[in-house]
């Protein structure tokens, strides 16, 4: 398929990956599988195993970018490399327990390259934990009823375990970005500079045809577990309403 190549300014280089992987530019170069396909699952373990790859990746050179960054907040990434690793892990066991296997599907790199992009250790907080990892919050605990209803208990097990550590993920960022902003205001203009590149680099990937009508209820108690205020969440519900960066970070979880 021939498709226009990703303006530059908004993506930084692919991570590497190995030879089992085809990795494409865009979402709509990918097979996106309906629900009723017999193989609409696999696909979605299988891009969501190298989402969570690509988090452990953003978050390792959130360390190795920003080396002057407070202790505290190194070792919350350190903490959020290991629990990306094992979200992959359990991602790559239930798609292999499935009859799927690793490199059956291409694959997007779009959140390690929208977010190493970003030059500011804030603005990456806002994008990767704020907001990816928010709407991900959303999106598992739609997962988690989904699952149930179909009566599919182990994958709604791997996902309250997902929950509980993307809920931690979004707390801490949440905790540091307000942090920053009291040590200087100046930030603010970081995290909406941040904001903006991110909506317009995740609508290049993502096209109209990746985000229409992708979106999930707010999860108003994990996203109050997760650092946000009533006020927040309400203007979030707003956001997401008309802007679909937070709300597709991660496809239909079933
Ligand atoms: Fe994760
Ligand atoms: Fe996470």
Same mark, same amino acid.
């Given at each position: 398929? =021939?498709?226009? /190549?990703?303006?530059?300014?908004?993506?930084?280089?692919?991570?590497?990956?190995?030879? @089992?992987?085809?990795? %494409?530019?865009?979402?709509?170069?990918?097979? =996106?599988?309906?629900?009723?396909?017999?193989?609409?699952?696999?696909?979605?373990?299988?891009?969501?195993?190298?989402?969570?790859?690509?988090?452990?990746?953003?978050?390792?050179?959130?360390?190795?970018?920003?080396?002057?960054?407070?202790?505290?907040?190194?070792?919350?990434?350190? @903490?959020?490399?290991?629990?990306?690793?094992?979200?992959?892990?359990?991602?790559?066991?239930?798609?292999?327990?499935?009859?799927?296997?690793?490199?059956?599907?291409?694959?997007?790199?779009?959140?390690?390259?929208?977010?190493? %992009?970003?030059?500011?250790?804030? $603005?990456?907080?806002?994008?990767? =934990?704020?907001?990816?990892?928010? $709407? $991900?919050?959303?999106?598992?605990?739609?997962?988690?009823?989904?699952?149930?209803?179909?009566?599919?208990?182990?994958?709604?097990?791997?996902?309250? /375990?997902?929950?509980?550590?993307?809920?931690?993920?979004?707390?801490?960022?949440?905790?540091?970005?307000? @942090?920053?902003?009291?040590? =200087?205001?100046?930030?603010?203009?970081?995290?909406?500079?941040?904001?903006?590149? /991110?909506? %317009?680099?995740?609508?290049?990937?993502?096209?109209?045809?990746?985000?229409?009508?992708?979106?999930?209820?707010?999860?108003?108690?994990?996203?109050?577990?997760?650092?946000?205020?009533?006020?927040?969440?309400?203007?979030?519900?707003?956001?997401?309403?008309?802007?679909?960066?937070?709300?597709?970070?991660?496809?239909?979880?079933?």
């Amino acid at each position: 398929m =021939n498709v226009d /190549a990703l303006t530059p300014e908004y993506f930084a280089d692919n991570p590497a990956r190995d030879a @089992r992987f085809e990795v %494409k530019e865009r979402w709509i170069e990918c097979p =996106n599988l309906s629900g009723e396909h017999p193989q609409h699952q696999l696909e979605f373990f299988q891009r969501q195993m190298n989402e969570e790859v690509n988090s452990i990746e953003s978050s390792a050179r959130c360390l190795t970018d920003f080396p002057e960054a407070d202790w505290e907040l190194r070792l919350e990434f350190a @903490r959020q490399c290991a629990d990306e690793a094992r979200h992959a892990v359990m991602f790559r066991e239930i798609l292999e327990s499935r009859g799927g296997h690793v490199g059956q599907f291409p694959v997007l790199n779009f959140q390690y390259r929208i977010i190493t %992009k970003c030059p500011t250790l804030v $603005g990456r907080l806002t994008i990767q =934990n704020r907001s990816f990892e928010a $709407g $991900g919050i959303d999106a598992i605990t739609f997962g988690i009823s989904a699952a149930k209803a179909e009566g599919d208990f182990v994958l709604a097990e791997l996902y309250e /375990a997902q929950l509980a550590d993307e809920i931690n993920h979004v707390r801490f960022a949440n905790h540091w970005i307000r @942090r920053f902003i009291a040590e =200087n205001r100046r930030c603010l203009l970081d995290i909406g500079a941040a904001l903006t590149h /991110a909506s %317009k680099a995740f609508l290049e990937v993502m096209g109209k045809e990746g985000t229409e009508g992708v979106t999930y209820p707010v999860d108003v108690t994990s996203r109050l577990d997760a650092g946000f205020t009533l006020n927040e969440i309400e203007l979030d519900d707003l956001i997401l309403a008309t802007h679909p960066t937070a709300a597709a970070s991660q496809p239909v979880p079933s």
